[in-house]
C-alpha cells in the first residue's frame, strides 16, 4: 500500500470514529432511546468512512489470480464474484441502516434504568446488524476482487465491527439520583454489576481488532510481482 493510501486509509478511519462518537456517546449516561436523529444520522456518515477505509485498503491489492492460477472455470468465479457483489451490497444497506433502526427490545419495550445493562438490551441488535453489515461489505469487496482477499477482506469487517464495540463499551455509563450528603462509593461487586456488559464488549471489540489485524497481516497476498516470480528490474537495465 503507498503512502497516500495509508494516510488517506489513517484518515477515514480516525474520521470514522470521531463521527461516531456522537451516536455512542447519546448512550453515556445510559439512555438515549432511541438516538436523537442527528446522532444517527452523523454516525452513519462516520460508518460510511469506515467503509471508504476498507475499500481503500482493498484496492490496493492488484489481482495476479488470472495469470498464475492454475485453470478454473471461468463462470464458476463469475459466479463467486456476483455473490460476494451481492453479499457486499446487502452489507452496505445494514451498516448504513444500522443507527436508525428502532428494535423492539429493552428500553424500547419498557421502562429502564439508566445504566449499562438497560443500553445494552436496547442496543445490541442495532450493534450486531452493523458489525454485520461490515463484515459482508468488507468480505464481499475483497472476494469479489480476488479470491486472495476473501480472509483479509474478512479481518478488515473484524476490525470495524470490533472498534465499534470498543467505543460504545467504553462510553456508555449510568446515571445516580443520589441525596444531598452523595452516594456512598461503588464496591467492586457493586461497579461489577453495573459495567459488566461494558467489560464484555470492550474485551470482545479488542479481540476482535487483534484478531482481526492478524488476519489481515498473515493471509494478505504477495504482490503480483513475487506471485510471478519476477524480480524489480534496475533502472536503465543495468546490474
Given amino acids: 500500500m503507498s503512502k497516500v493510501r495509508k494516510l488517506a486509509f489513517a484518515a477515514l478511519v480516525a474520521g470514522g470514529v470521531i463521527l461516531f462518537l456522537p451516536y455512542a456517546g447519546s448512550h453515556s449516561g445510559g439512555g438515549g432511546f432511541p438516538p436523537p436523529f442527528w446522532n444517527s444520522l452523523i454516525a452513519t456518515f462516520g460508518v460510511l468512512c469506515l467503509l471508504i477505509a476498507s475499500g481503500v485498503a482493498l484496492t490496493s491489492y492488484r489481482d495476479a489470480d488470472r495469470?498464475?492460477?492454475g485453470p478454473s472455470p471461468e463462470q464458476a468465479e463469475s459466479n463467486g464474484s456476483r455473490v460476494?457483489?451481492?453479499?457486499?451490497a446487502f452489507g452496505f444497506v445494514l451498516a448504513v441502516s444500522a443507527p436508525f433502526m428502532v428494535f423492539p427490545v429493552g428500553c424500547n419495550i419498557a421502562t429502564c434504568y439508566?445504566?449499562?445493562q438497560g443500553a445494552w438490551s436496547t442496543i445490541w441488535p442495532n450493534i450486531l446488524t452493523l458489525d454485520l453489515g461490515?463484515?459482508?461489505v468488507a468480505w464481499g469487496w475483497g472476494a469479489s476482487r480476488s479470491r486472495r482477499l476473501s480472509l483479509p477482506g474478512l479481518g478488515i469487517g473484524w476490525v470495524l465491527g470490533g472498534i465499534v464495540l470498543l467505543?460504545?463499551?467504553l462510553l456508555i455509563g449510568y446515571s445516580t439520583g443520589c441525596p444531598v450528603n452523595g452516594c456512598p462509593p461503588l464496591t467492586a461487586s457493586?461497579?461489577?454489576s453495573l459495567f459488566w456488559p461494558d467489560v464484555i464488549a470492550g474485551s470482545l471489540g479488542v479481540l476482535l481488532v487483534v484478531l482481526g489485524s492478524?488476519?489481515?497481516v498473515l493471509r494478505w497476498p504477495k504482490s503480483p510481482g513475487a506471485a510471478l516470480g519476477g524480480s524489480p528490474q534496475l533502472k536503465g537495465g543495468q546490474s
Fill in 114 to 116: 439508566m445504566d449499562p
Fill in 84 to 88: 460476494a457483489i451481492v453479499a457486499a
Fill in 214 to 216: 492478524l488476519l489481515v
Fill in 167 to 169: 467505543m460504545l463499551g
Fill in 134 to 136: 461490515f463484515v459482508l
Fill in 67 to 69: 495469470s498464475v492460477g
Fill in 190 to 192: 457493586g461497579w461489577w
